[in-house]
């Protein structure tokens, strides 16, 4: 059996990557203006995506926000 790098080093693997170029370079000439519209959409969708899984979803805060703080900011009782 024919494998994936030894098929795209073969003349038929060739002449297809050579179809998918050209192919890809009308398809990105074409359609530039919509893909660049869509742009400010992706990255405001990215940052919606980030913040749910950097938070393990709706219960990552878990009320835990006041645990050693005083130590980090250098207020205590030496005063």
Not at 15 to 41: C, D, K, N, R, S
Not at 47 to 56: A, N, T
Request: glycine share 22%.
């Amino acid at each position: 059996m024919m494998t994936l790098l030894g098929f795209l080093r073969s003349r038929s693997g060739l002449v297809m990557l050579g179809f998918l170029a050209v192919g890809g370079y009308f398809l990105w000439t074409e359609h530039q203006a919509h893909v660049i519209e869509i742009l400010p959409w992706l990255l405001l969708g990215g940052c919606l995506v980030m913040h749910l899984f950097m938070h393990g979803g709706h219960g990552g805060h878990n009320g835990k926000s006041g645990e050693g703080t005083q130590s980090s900011r250098g207020g205590g009782d030496d005063a």
